[in-house]
């Protein structure tokens, strides 16, 4: 009688080599005990769909996708949550013993759950949220503060017509502004947050004037390279609750690791250690 098979996961983009993603699985297969490994893999997208249907033969039982391959994946895949629909991307993948792909997106969970854990007693329903850029990442925010119960959703991006299309996607609790008026959605907000890359270590620096941000709002940043960006100092300085981006990270990798290898890990200040290796 043979073994069982050693369970395989990674993770799925192009580039792929400057991902934490296995630093953090990794550290719960070790911590874990548990016999299983997870790899990076840069896959170019007209390579994906054969790849993923070649992976469970080697003994995959699932993957994390990331740029640029999250709206693809949910056209090979057999099977999407209603969350992953609704997003319109999917970042993790179980493939099941019947040989089926199962997509599903932990984005929202995971940036929920990162101001939850946060230690600033984040509430959802104290009032509106405002929410820079309209890409895949700012869909998953949306739909997950919706979800939670913030009342009203301010959302700017560059280019306007994006953020018109999410306001028409999520209806009317979403409330576009120009993005030179930006900054004027602070006045407003309980929760403040940034879902673009602007501000990201080798990208340009976020210029949204901060000067109306409300003292004990909750501001967040879904950049953690740097950690403490820009955004994060300033709103600190004028007496906000900061949150890095590091935690969203982290806890939507929780349910696929849950999924593949049987055991629920927990973020703690190890895992956050091991993500900044």
């Not at 790899?39 to 790849?51: F, G, K, N």
């Not at 890409?135 to 979800?147: E, K, Q, T």
């Not at 953690?224 to 982290?250: F, I």
């Amino acid at each position: 009688m043979s073994e069982a098979r050693i369970p395989l996961a990674g993770v799925i983009g192009s580039p792929i080599a400057h991902s934490r993603s296995p630093k953090i699985h990794n550290h719960w297969l070790r911590k874990h005990g548990i016999a299983g490994h997870y790899i990076p893999m840069d896959v170019a997208a007209d390579d994906l769909e054969a790849v993923l249907r070649m992976l469970p033969k080697a003994g995959f039982v699932g993957v994390n996708i990331t740029i640029p391959h999250k709206e693809k994946v949910l056209e090979i895949a057999d099977l999407v949550t209603d969350r992953a629909t609704l997003i319109g991307a999917a970042n993790t993948l179980i493939f099941r013993k019947d040989g089926k792909i199962h997509a599903d997106n932990t984005d929202g969970y995971g940036f929920i759950k990162n101001l939850q854990s946060a230690g600033v007693e984040w509430d959802a329903a104290r009032g509106p949220a405002a929410v820079l850029g309209a890409g895949g990442a700012s869909r998953a925010v949306i739909a997950a503060l919706i979800d939670a119960g913030v009342p009203e959703i301010l959302l700017s991006n560059r280019t306007r017509v994006r953020a018109d299309a999410l306001a028409q996607e999520f209806g009317k609790r979403v409330v576009v502004f120009d993005w030179v008026q930006a900054g004027n959605m602070m006045d407003h907000a309980a929760t403040v947050v940034n879902t673009t890359s602007l501000g990201m270590i080798g990208h340009p620096p976020l210029r949204v004037p901060l000067d109306g941000l409300q003292k004990g709002a909750v501001v967040t940043d879904i950049v953690y390279a740097p950690l403490r960006t820009k955004l994060l100092e300033t709103a600190e300085e004028m007496g906000c609750h900061v949150v890095d981006g590091l935690g969203m990270l982290l806890h939507q990798a929780v349910p696929g690791f849950e999924r593949w290898f049987g055991t629920r890990p927990e973020v703690d200040s190890a895992t956050r250690a091991a993500a900044l290796r």
